[in-house]
C-alpha cells in the first residue's frame, strides 16, 4: 500500500536540504503524483510512445528510475509485440533506498530481474535470458552520467535530468544521442522555468494551486519548496530545445504540458 505523504508536515528543513533518502522512498508515489500536475497521465504515455519507438534487439533506458513507473509502464506496454525477444530493459538510480525498494517491488511482481551497476553494464552482459520473451529488467544502481549508452532504440529522463548540475546536462544528451539508433528517442520530462516574471508567478501560483487541491498545507509547500532550492535547477524550455537540437536531435516535439511540467519527444 502507498503511504500517503506527510513528510513536510513532521521534518523541518533547510533550504536545499532534499534527499531521497528511505523517507522519501517511504512516501514516494503519493508524494509524485501529488506534486507533480500530469504525472499519472505521462507515465503511460511514456509507455505508448515506447511501444512505436523500441526496436527489436535493442536497449531501452529509465535514467533516474526512482520506483520504476516508467520502466513498468513500458513494460506493460511492449507486452503483446511479437518482437520483444532482446530487448534489455536498464533501470538506472543513484539513490540506494530507491534501487533496494524498486528491487523489492520488482520481486512482489514477478518481474524477472537482476541487480547490477554502471560498472558491471560497461563490462559484461546480463545473465538474464533476454531472448525469451519476458522483457527482464536490469536494475543498476549508478549515477547516470556514467551508464553505458550503446545500441539503445528508447531512453527517458522523466523529472531526472533537473537533478544534474547543468554543466553536465549536454554531456549526457549528446551521449545518449551517439547511443541511440537511427528512429531512436528519448522522452525528456521537467518542470521548466519561466523568464518573464509574471509568468513565472502565475504557473507557480497554478502549481501551488494544485497541492493545495491534493490536501497539502501551506506549511509543506513552503518546506518542500525551500528543500528543492538549488537542488531541483529548473531551466526554461527554450534552453532545453537548443541543447537537444545541440546534441544532436533531430526533431523534438512538446507533447504535453502542465502549468511548468513539460515533456518532449527528442527523435535520433
Ligand atoms: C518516475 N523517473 O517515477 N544518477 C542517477 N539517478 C539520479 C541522479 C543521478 N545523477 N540524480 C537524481 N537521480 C521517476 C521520477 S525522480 C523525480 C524521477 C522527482 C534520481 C533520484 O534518486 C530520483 O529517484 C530520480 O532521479 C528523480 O517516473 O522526484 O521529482
Not at 182 to 207: I, M, N, S
Request: hydrophobic share 40%.
Amino acid at each position: 500500500m502507498n503511504r500517503r505523504d506527510d513528510l513536510y508536515t513532521r521534518r523541518e528543513t533547510t533550504s536545499g536540504s532534499f534527499r531521497f533518502d528511505e523517507q522519501v522512498v517511504d512516501v514516494f508515489p503519493d508524494m509524485i503524483d501529488r506534486s507533480v500536475p500530469g504525472y499519472a497521465l505521462l507515465v503511460p504515455m511514456i509507455g505508448q510512445l515506447a511501444r512505436r519507438f523500441v526496436q527489436p534487439g535493442s536497449t531501452v533506458h529509465d535514467l533516474g528510475c526512482s520506483l520504476g513507473a516508467v520502466t513498468l509502464a513500458v513494460r506493460a506496454a511492449l507486452k503483446g509485440r511479437e518482437d520483444v525477444s532482446g530487448i534489455r530493459l536498464i533501470a538506472t538510480d543513484n539513490a540506494e533506498a530507491m534501487v533496494a525498494r524498486f528491487d523489492t517491488l520488482l520481486g512482489e511482481a514477478d518481474v524477472p530481474h537482476e541487480r547490477t551497476s554502471t560498472a558491471l553494464l560497461a563490462s559484461s552482459s546480463s545473465r538474464i535470458n533476454a531472448s525469451q520473451e519476458t522483457l527482464p529488467v536490469l536494475l543498476c544502481h549508478g549515477d547516470i552520467r556514467e551508464v553505458p549508452i550503446e545500441n539503445a532504440s528508447f531512453a527517458a529522463l522523466n523529472f531526472t535530468l533537473q537533478f544534474l548540475e547543468p554543466e553536465d546536462r549536454d554531456q549526457l544528451l549528446s551521449r545518449l544521442s551517439q547511443g541511440l539508433r537511427p528512429g531512436g528517442a528519448l522522452v525528456l520530462a521537467e518542470k521548466v522555468h519561466f523568464d518573464e516574471a509574471a509568468t513565472a508567478r502565475r504557473q507557480t501560483d497554478w502549481h501551488h494551486d494544485y497541492k493545495r487541491l491534493q490536501g497539502y498545507s501551506e506549511l509543506e509547500i513552503a518546506r518542500k519548496r525551500a528543500a528543492l532550492e538549488r537542488v531541483l535547477l529548473a531551466e526554461t524550455e527554450t534552453v532545453h530545445m537548443e541543447r537537444l537540437r545541440r546534441c544532436g536531435f533531430r526533431r523534438v516535439t512538446r507533447w504535453f504540458q502542465c502549468f511548468g511540467f513539460h515533456a518532449w519527444l527528442a527523435e535520433r
